[in-house]
């Protein structure tokens, strides 16, 4: 069997700062997501899966082909590894702004202008009870984009629904420095939103 590997940032630890701290990084990345790849290879090794590591959606997709037994630890250990794996790459020292082109003028459409856009979508991150992630996501089903969240480690992939970029508001995510204050670590988050890699996502899925 492949086994699942950690995937690395694309950036150092410290790149991030000050919106997300390098002791949070580390943490976050080294023990946390550490933890999602380490409870999906050995929830696999246990049902025999022999799948390989570049199927990881299609296993999200399609969660009923997974023993009973073993489905709610293949949705949060696969969630957790692909989740952080996307969240790393959604996020840039050099992110921020907004994303122009066709992803932006598919914001306008959707969600009237960017501003408020971006005002939605952190009240919804807000809004979360507990443990989850705020997602800009692509339904393939009607062409369009959308913002929903969902619980613990729970894919958008298992809704039928791409992706796009994803906010992890989990404790882990902003404690150390943001304690309690949510709102302060969505507000900084979005300095560091990779929105180059996020619109070509969205024209890669889009036509
Ligand atoms: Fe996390």
Redesign the pocket.
Known sequence: MVLYELPKPPYSYDALEPHIDKQTMEI?HLK??QSYVDGLNNTLEEIGGTSHPKYITSILSDLKSIPESSRNKIQFFGGGYEN?RL?WETMNPNGGGTPGGKLEDSIDVYFESFENFKEIFSNYSLGIQGSGWCWLVFNQTFNKIEIITTQNQDSPWSLNKIPLLGL?V?E??YYLKYQNRRNEYVLSWWNVVNWDYVSNRFSELSH
């Open positions: 976050h946390h997501h952080h969240f992890d989990w882990h995510a």
